[in-house]
C-alpha cells in the first residue's frame, strides 16, 4: 500500500514568499503530525491533527506558520512571509488512531530552502 | 524537563563489528520509545519501538534494543554490522501526559568500514 506522500519534495524560495507545503497520509489513518527538521538536528515536533482538529499547535514556531486539515486527510502547511530561518525540512507522519504509543509512518519531506 | 539525548553524533565502526547506538531519556514515568533510521534524503523508517512489554525489543534489519528503566536508557545494538547500515539513527520517545508528539534526539551518524 501507498505510503505517507510529500509535495513537493523540493522547494526555493525568495525571502519574503509564501509557501505551501502537502502532505498525503496513508488512507485511513486519524492523525497527522508535522515536524521540522532543520540541518544536522533531530525532527522538531510543529503540530497535530486528530482528523480535521488541530489538536496541538504548540509547536509552530510563529504565526507564520499555518496548518489545515479541512477535510480529515490531506493536510497543507503554510507559511506566510518565509525568512532564511525557515529553511529546513519538513516531515510529515500519521498514525492509524493517535493512540499513546502508536507507531508514526514518516513521508520523504519536503526540504525549503529559503534564500 | 523531560528530554532524549543520544550520545555520539557520529559512531565508525568495521564491518562485521558490533553496533552500539545510545539513548537516553529524562522522565519520572517511562514513557514509549522508538528507533528510527533515516537515509539520504529519506524519510524516518521504525526499526523497533518499547511500549512498555518486553524490555529486550526485537527491530527490522536485526537490530535490536534494551529498555533499562533504572538507567533510563534505551540503547540500540546490531551484533554485526554490515555495509548498508550506513545511515543516521534517531532515539525518539512519546512522554506520557505530553501527548502523542514524538520528541527526537539529535541522531547519530553511523558509519561502517571495510
Known amino acids: 500500500g501507498a505510503g505517507v506522500s510529500q509535495s513537493p519534495r523540493y522547494k526555493v524560495a525568495k525571502r519574503g514568499q509564501d509557501v505551501a507545503l502537502r502532505c498525503d497520509p496513508i488512507s485511513g489513518h486519524v492523525s497527522l503530525f508535522w515536524y521540522q527538521q532543520a540541518l544536522g538536528q533531530g525532527p522538531e515536533f510543529l503540530t497535530y491533527f486528530q482528523n480535521e482538529a488541530q489538536l496541538d499547535k504548540s509547536g509552530l514556531p510563529s504565526d507564520r506558520f499555518f496548518a489545515e486539515r479541512p477535510e480529515g486527510s490531506v493536510s497543507t502547511l503554510k507559511i506566510q512571509r518565509t525568512q532564511q530561518e525557515d529553511s529546513a525540512v519538513y516531515l510529515c507522519?500519521?498514525?492509524?488512531?493517535?493512540?499513546?504509543?502508536?507507531?508514526?509512518?514518516f513521508g520523504p519531506g519536503t526540504r525549503l530552502l529559503v534564500l | 524537563a523531560q528530554s532524549v539525548t543520544q550520545l555520539g553524533s557520529h559512531v565508525s565502526v568495521s564491518e562485521g563489528a558490533l553496533v552500539l547506538l545510545r539513548c537516553n531519556y529524562s522522565?519520572?514515568?517511562?514513557?514509549?520509545l522508538f528507533w528510527y533510521v533515516q537515509y539520504p534524503n529519506q524519510g524516518l523508517q521504525l526499526l523497533l519501538k518499547?511500549?512498555?512489554?518486553?524490555?529486550l525489543v526485537k527491530g527490522i534489519n536485526g537490530f535490536e534494543a534494551e529498555f533499562k528503566k533504572s538507567e533510563t536508557s534505551f540503547h540500540l545494538t546490531k551484533p554485526s554490522a554490515h555495509m548498508s547500515d550506513a545511515a543516521e539513527y534517531f532515539c525518539a520517545v512519546m512522554f506520557t501526559g505530553g501527548g502523542n508528539k514524538l520528541t527526537f534526539g539529535t541522531g547519530t551518524q553511523l558509519k561502517v568500514e571495510l
Open positions: 507522519a500519521s498514525s492509524l488512531r493517535g493512540r499513546l504509543g502508536e507507531t508514526q509512518y
Open positions: 522522565s519520572s514515568v517511562p514513557p514509549y
Open positions: 518499547y511500549t512498555s512489554a518486553a524490555t
